[in-house]
């Protein structure tokens, strides 16, 4: 596999990988559970170990964007508009984790969600709120267009479809919590939350296999031109 798209590939594995640091939350930060709040609340700038979660958001978008500019620009077709879309979620990612994090967290703070609820909060907490919205909205325009470019590949297809399903129903549940909210809001995020990490790996796997194709069919090239390479020089 060449360098070039060995490294695009791993570096969208890294940045699913960070994206999931909210798996941690539990551990640096014990007032939350697994399941509890918003997982943008432990980056809020009051709560311990924000900064750890902020990196977090800002290396995974900051990975993110700059992998999907550089498979943007010599992508050709439905793909490119995946890479593009992914350029977005990225830079809606890296806000989230530092310009637009959060105050506080209304989760674990009364008086933070008093706040909130009057529109007390700084701008930081509205911008919040409208960056997250972009970037799940780039992943799912840059999933929908992966799915589109892998048709006719069948089990990459079907993977695709199972990382859709997740996120889908995870944004579904989130948004349907934001509408009647209740204690499942943090299971509803946190399968959303998974669903991306899922989709970033997903594309970190589409990109190692094109190489992969890209390099077998250069070989068979090559093979089937040496016959006729080896006749002409007789």
Known sequence: MS????????TLALAGVLYASWLIGPLLNPAFGLLDGYASELAARDQPYHLVFGLGDLVAGALASATGLALARRARGGPRWAWWALVAFGVATALDGTVS????????????????????????????????????????????????SRRGRPASFRWG????????????GTLAELVHPDAALGAWQRVQLLGLSGW??????????????????????????????QRGAA
């Open 101 to 148: 994090s959060m105050d506080c967290a209304p989760s674990v703070d009364a008086r933070c969600a008093r706040l909130a609820e009057a529109g007390a909060l700084s701008w930081r907490n509205q911008w919040h709120s409208v960056s997250s919205a972009l970037a799940i909205a780039a992943a799912l325009a840059s999933l929908l267009a992966l799915l589109m």
């Open 200 to 229: 970033l790996l997903y594309a970190s796997g589409i990109v190692v296999t094109q190489g992969n194709s890209a390099s077998s069919a250069g070989t068979r090239r090559a093979s089937s031109a040496e016959p006729g390479q």
């Open 161 to 172: 479809l199972a990382v859709a399903g997740v996120l889908l129903v995870g944004t579904a």
């Open 3 to 10: 360098r070039a798209r060995a490294l695009p590939g791993l």
